[in-house]
């Protein structure tokens, strides 16, 4: 199930589109029936989730919760009992977006997509740390938005 969340206000965001655009992001994957939790929100909130989990005392773009804590980059998630079926949740300050959204001349509508991407591969095991990973990451991201194109 994809359980979105909005509890801004301030930005319009098509929910409908965002669903049809992670339902498919997950299909891709091949994590068609998993859960995962999207919670759209403001600067305020994702700067105390930020504090609280990164012990960075600053707004971002988007954070990301995975399930599977121990996952690798390309193991598949191994299903033992229902609770398994959790990629995760990620939470987004859709302000923070709209601003970078706005520095980077690209819609909000695009912006968010690209950070659900991003999520998404965080809740797979994929990271940005090293150089490698980065690339590695990135590559994934670019397949996942030509295909969801």
Not at 5 to 13: S, W
Not at 115 to 128: N, R, S
Request: aromatic share 10%; hydrophobic share 35%.
């Amino acid at each position: 199930m994809i359980n979105i969340k909005n509890t801004q206000r301030k930005f319009n965001i098509d929910t409908n589109k965002i669903y049809q655009d992670a339902e498919k992001i997950l299909s891709l994957l091949k994590y068609n029936n998993f859960d995962i939790g999207i919670w759209f929100t403001n600067n305020k909130t994702i700067r105390f989730y930020n504090r609280e989990y990164r012990h960075k005392d600053k707004a971002t773009d988007v954070l990301s919760f995975p399930y599977h804590t121990e996952l690798q980059v390309g193991q598949r998630i191994k299903v033992k009992s229902p609770d398994d079926k959790n990629l995760g949740d990620l939470i987004i300050s859709v302000e923070y977006t709209a601003k970078e959204a706005k520095k980077l001349q690209v819609s909000l509508d695009n912006h968010i997509r690209r950070l659900i991407v991003h999520g998404i591969c965080h809740l797979l095991g994929y990271d940005h740390i090293e150089d490698y990973d980065w690339r590695r990451m990135r590559a994934k991201e670019g397949w996942l938005l030509k295909n969801l194109a």
